[in-house]
């Protein structure tokens, strides 16, 4: 179930993201920050310390938008509620960064590229429950999903998950409602 880089990309051109880099999280160095855009990082760097090139371990994602005011919101997000890197730190202009501190993915599956194309989906594109305030609608993202560290549903997590990538057609992909998520009884796989 694990996504590599080429799959990213691909889906995230299919879902209308804005995503700018996918890649290790050392290759930011070589970046320079684009507002309004999308980054999803590879939480390992390219090389081990043996100089032999990663397989990759697990993907985590972040966006800085700056408004016509020249306000600038930004936030980080790791499907296992875990706060961004030093690096990412850094690359977004130090400080604060607002993160999901909620563990909504399973240490059983790999779905970590899919979690962080869902969320980057539920804050870029307009729907019913964007409020276009980029901290508000991580969390409200984030409360689709229960807490894998105080709960073991972590069948309604992927059941939710599925339900961003239920078309390959845009037009037909919406993403679930949390009143559609309170009421799911039995989950389906």
């Known amino acids: 179930m694990s996504l590599t880089d080429t799959q990213i990309w691909d889906l995230a051109k299919r879902m209308d993201i804005p995503l700018v880099f996918c890649d290790f999280k050392d290759n930011l160095a070589t970046e320079k920050l684009q507002y309004n855009k999308s980054y999803i990082i590879n939480m390992e760097d390219q090389y081990n310390a043996k100089g032999l090139l990663n397989d990759g371990s697990h993907y985590t994602c972040f966006q800085v938008n700056k408004y016509p005011n ?9 499907s296992f509620g875990v706060a961004p890197p030093e690096i990412v730190v850094e690359f977004m202009g130090g400080g604060h960064i607002p993160y999901n501190k909620k563990d909504i993915q399973s240490l059983m599956n790999s779905a970590c590229g899919y979690y962080c194309l869902a969320f980057l989906y539920w804050i870029n594109n307009q729907h019913q429950h964007r409020t276009a305030h980029l901290a508000t609608d991580c969390f409200n993202f984030i ?6 560290n105080h709960s073991t549903e972590w069948k309604k997590n992927e059941y939710i998950l599925k339900h961003f990538f239920r078309s390959a057609d845009p037009s037909l992909r919406k993403p679930i409602s949390v009143e559609e998520v309170k009421h799911i009884g039995d989950y389906e796989g």
């Open 70 to 78: 020249g306000k600038i919101e930004r936030v980080y997000f790791d």
């Open 143 to 148: 409360d689709l999903f229960e807490d894998l």
